[in-house]
T-cell receptor, first 112, second 112 residues
Framework: KAGVTQTPRYLIKTRGQQVTLSCSPI?????VSWYQQTPGQGLQFLFE???????NKGNFPGRFSGRQFSNSRSEMNVSTLELGDSALYLC???????????FGDGTRLSIL | QKEVEQNSGPLSVPEGAIASLNCTYS??????FFWYRQYSGKSPELIMS????GDKEDGRFTAQLNKASQYVSLLIRDSQPSDSATYLC????????????FGEGTQLTVNP
């Protein structure tokens, strides 16, 4: 069974640009959550989508947005990039609710 | 008070010993509890999930949950150098959907 697939694996952008990250969940998983991981803040929850609806949102500015498609694939968008947005962005999928979440390999975003 | 706290590391144990990792959480209504292992430069990998009080064993790993004390632990028996990694405790609270709150992690080193 294929795991969670995130693309791209690495991305380099400059301040002010925008970026879109993609996540394909494990087959059958309808819940997709996004997390940001930095050395200083650890793993922070961004948002969760279930059946194309955002169910939960973390404490991040509106520059961070996402969406989910009917096939459960999800995208995350960050606009007007700032240096502090440099991080590992992780996508996790699950069956929903309190079920275990499985992470993809992540997208490492560097802002110059 | 942090929502999820883990015992400060780094933790160093000799090969073959038992490694004990601890985690406390502040939300008494939390429903599900997970341990993830993260190797340097990699994404978190789920190793244990526990939902009810008591012990849950899986191979060399045992997770223990005490909801009254708001405490969850992970024991690794017969520790191997390949167990050297950062261990993350994650908690899912009531009404939070699939939102996971993570501790800062405990870095474990198993010395041959």
């Amino acid at each position: 069974k294929a795991g969670v697939t995130q693309t791209p694996r690495y991305l380099i952008k400059t301040r002010g640009q925008q970026v879109t990250l993609s996540c394909s969940p494990i087959s059958g998983h309808r819940s997709v959550s996004w997390y940001q991981q930095t050395p200083g803040q650890g793993l922070q929850f961004l948002f969760e989508y279930f059946s194309e609806t955002q169910r939960n949102k973390g404490n991040f500015p509106g520059r961070f947005s996402g969406r989910q498609f009917s096939n459960s694939r999800s995208e995350m968008n960050v606009s007007t990039l700032e240096l502090g947005d440099s991080a590992l962005y992780l996508c996790a999928s699950s069956l929903g609710g309190y079920m275990p979440q499985h992470f993809g390999d992540g997208t490492r975003l560097s802002i110059l | 008070q942090k929502e999820v706290e883990q015992n400060s590391g780094p933790l160093s144990v000799p090969e073959g010993a038992i490694a004990s990792l601890n985690c406390t959480y502040s939300d008494r209504g939390s429903q599900s509890f997970f341990w993830y292992r993260q190797y340097s430069g990699k994404s978190p990998e789920l190793i244990m999930s526990i939902y009810s009080n008591g012990d849950k064993e899986d191979g060399r790993f045992t997770a223990q949950l005490n909801k009254a004390s708001q405490y969850v632990s992970l024991l690794i028996r017969d520790s191997q150098p390949s167990d050297s990694a950062t261990y993350l405790c994650a908690v899912n609270g009531p009404g939070s959907g699939s939102r996971l709150t993570f501790g800062e992690g405990t870095q474990l080193t198993v010395n041959p």
